[in-house]
T-cell receptor, first 114, second 109 residues
Framework: DVKVTQSSRYLVKRTGEKVFLECVQD?????MFWYRQDPGLGLRLIYF???????EKGDIPEGYSVSREKKERFSLILESASTNQTSMYLC?????????????FGSGTQLSVL | KNEVEQSPQNLTAQEGEFITINCSYS?????LHWLQQHPGGGIVSLFM???GKKKHGRLIATINIQEKHSSLHITASHPRDSAVYIC???????????FGKGTRLSVIA
């Protein structure tokens, strides 16, 4: 089974800190995604990547950056954390589209910024 | 941009009931996904549809491309089916999925 691993389940940071959220997948997937999930808003796409060293902005990229130096690892960076970035962050990976297309999610990181 | 609307937002059912969750989208798509999220848990993919109908155990997903509508049915519902069910569409090609806000289902014994 595909495994998508996020480095922390819970994280507490202070306003202004630089925060790194790590995501690793073990199935050689090309596509990787970072979402945040907030009550009443559903999943919102922050950034995605279709290949190593490639990144694309999603719907809400402001205040975030990403890094994909290796195919299996996709990192989300909060350059200067703010309280409105308190949220559940979910990483996902998938193969390119087709009849067997399937999205695999990590278990999420609940980030609290104080 | 594709808008994805799910109904109902919340649903409470008695164990054994037949359940239907609906998903409508605004523009043409290449694929539609149904996903499940248990409380405190991660999200798992249930189905990917581009046409017709798929069945897995007690879950059935259908899609009507002309009407831009999909339904997820659960037969003989059970308390372990309690979860948030999320619909997501792919507008075309390898574009990212657009997600609905989810339907929260509670099945009471």
């Amino acid at each position: 089974d595909v495994k998508v691993t996020q480095s922390s389940r819970y994280l507490v940071k202070r306003t202004g800190e630089k925060v790194f959220l790590e995501c690793v997948q073990d199935m050689d997937h090309e596509n990787m995604f970072w979402y945040r999930q907030d009550p009443g808003l559903g999943l919102r796409l922050i950034y995605f990547s279709y290949d190593v060293k490639m990144k694309e902005k999603g719907d809400i990229p402001e205040g975030y950056s990403v890094s994909r130096e290796k195919k299996e690892r996709f990192s989300l960076i909060l350059e200067s954390a703010s309280t409105n970035q308190t949220s559940m962050y979910l990483c996902a990976s998938s193969l390119l589209g087709g009849q067997n297309e399937k999205l695999f999610f990590g278990s999420g990181t609940q980030l609290s910024v104080l | 941009k594709n808008e994805v609307e799910q109904s109902p937002q919340n649903l409470t059912a008695q164990e054994g009931e037949f359940i239907t969750i609906n998903c409508s989208y605004s523009v043409g798509i290449s694929a539609l996904h149904w996903l499940q999220q248990h409380p405190g848990g991660g999200i798992v993919s249930l189905f990917m549809l581009s046409s017709g109908k798929k069945k897995h155990g007690r879950l059935i997903a259908t899609i009507n491309i002309q009407e831009k509508h999909s339904s997820l049915h659960i037969t003989a519902s059970h308390p372990r089916d309690s979860a948030v069910y999320i619909c997501a569409v792919r507008p075309g090609g390898n574009t990212p999925l657009v997600f609905g806000k989810g339907t929260r289902l509670s099945v009471i014994a």
